[in-house]
């Protein structure tokens, strides 16, 4: 619901028809009467030894960012293998757009704990930890950068990998939107928390600042072949609490 209202307050039209029921949660009818499907899932924090901890209250808490994104990955890789039993049965066309919409209120204990680079980009991209390089001489940043990391590793050592969007398998997802928005903690304008993640190898992307809220990451690369997430920040967000 508070990713259609999002859309809705957005000025997007969405299908009664389409959403819902047998297919994809949500159904945007875009401008040129295209349809773009949604299909939205809340992460869990598991039941296994990698469960996500967020502590009791009163204690202090480390975040714990791998398992955060492990729990992110199943997600995601849950809802590409629905999206594709769509295709299978007809639901969703091969040609039309398709989203993972990724909620991960249940991973930390309140909004704002995310790393530098948010955990959602470096599930799809490899990242690892934020690296800031200082110029000895000047004291001054000289670059910011992500640590390349291919993949982490269960409780159990097995390895699961952090690169759905440099591969060919998960070309049916367009995009993640992401958001921490919960019924305890809310942003001050509808949508103004979500993070956009765009697919590069996508069979189906989506426009550059389709949707206009929140931030989007995009990745790119220089003359040099060097790549870089641009961002775009369409709103500020400030969360209340009651």
Same mark, same amino acid.
């Given at each position: 619901?508070?990713?259609?209202c999002?859309?809705?307050?957005s000025?997007?039209k ?6 819902g029921n047998e ?5 945007v009818?875009n401008?040129?009467?295209n ?8 992460a ?8 996500v901890?967020?502590?009791?209250p ?12 492990l ?9 590409s293998k629905?999206?594709? *039993?769509?295709?299978e049965?007809?639901i *969703?066309?091969?040609?039309e757009p398709?989203?993972?919409?990724v909620?991960?209120?249940?991973l ?17 991209f490899?990242g690892?930890r934020n690296e800031?390089?200082?110029?000895k ?14 993949g982490?590793h269960?409780h159990?050592?097995s ?7 440099r591969?060919?398998?998960f ?9 921490e928005s919960?019924?305890w903690s809310?942003? *001050? ?7 956009t993640?765009?697919?590069p ?8 600042g ?6 989007e990451?995009?990745?790119?690369h220089s003359k040099?072949?060097?790549e870089f997430?641009k961002?775009?920040s ?9």
């Open positions: 619901m508070d990713l259609a999002t859309l809705l307050d000025g997007f969405l299908s009664e028809e389409h959403s297919g994809p949660d949500l159904c009818i401008d040129q009467g349809r773009i499907w949604i299909e939205a899932i809340c869990t924090r598991g039941i296994t030894l990698d469960k901890s967020i502590g009791e009163g204690q202090a808490l480390s975040i714990d960012s791998e398992r955060i994104m729990r992110l990955t199943s997600a995601i890789a849950q809802k629905v999206h594709k *039993c769509y295709l049965k007809g *969703c066309r091969k040609d398709f989203i993972i919409a909620n991960g209120s249940l930390t204990p309140g909004p704002g704990l995310d790393d530098c680079t948010p955990r959602i980009v470096k599930v799809v490899e690892g800031v390089i200082f110029d001489i000047t004291g001054q940043i000289e670059r910011k950068q992500i640590e390349y990391r291919p982490i269960k159990n050592n390895p699961v990998n952090l690169n759905f969007f591969i060919k398998e070309e049916n997802v367009s995009a993640l939107l992401f958001s919960s019924l809310r942003p *001050c304008e509808t949508g103004s928390d979500y993070i993640v765009h697919n190898l996508a069979a189906n992307p989506l426009a550059e389709l949707f206009q809220f929140g931030s990451f995009i990745l790119e040099g072949e060097r997430l961002m775009n369409y709103r500020r967000f400030e969360f209340l609490y009651e």
